[in-house]
Nanobody, 124 residues
């Protein structure tokens, strides 16, 4: 069973950048599609980005397209989310998740394993 631990969150000014990391334990990491979700206070969890198990295909929510980049290093059992041009509305707890289905989805119920989350706060 894969376990996920996010890191890299913090406080940043609008226009700044952060890189989130999600470290996975377990030998089967490379068999999972991976996704990033976020949840702001009082709002539902929403899809941010996803990447296929081999890293060849990525998907993004419209709200982050062109600003965020998802990537993975299967040798290091890690998936990343590079976030540039951050906006106050990006403030949320960010979660990484693993999806064992053939193609990564944008719905949280499609993901089997979740990390504990990391807080990202963007000040204006």
């Amino acid at each position: 069973q894969v376990q996920l631990v996010e890191s890299g969150g913090g406080l940043v000014q609008a226009g700044g950048s952060l890189r989130l990391s999600c470290a996975a334990s377990g030998r089967t990491f490379r068999s999972y599609n991976m996704g990033w979700f976020r949840q702001a206070p009082g709002k539902e969890r929403e899809f941010v980005a996803a990447i296929t198990w081999g890293g060849s295909t990525t998907y993004y929510a419209d709200s982050v397209k062109g600003r965020f980049t998802i990537s993975r290093d299967n040798a290091k059992n890690t998936v990343y989310l590079q976030m540039n041009s951050l906006k106050p509305e990006d403030t949320a707890v960010y979660y990484c998740a693993a999806d064992s289905t053939p193609y990564p989805g944008s719905r949280s119920r499609e993901y089997d394993i979740w990390g504990q989350g990391t807080q990202v706060t963007v000040s204006s």
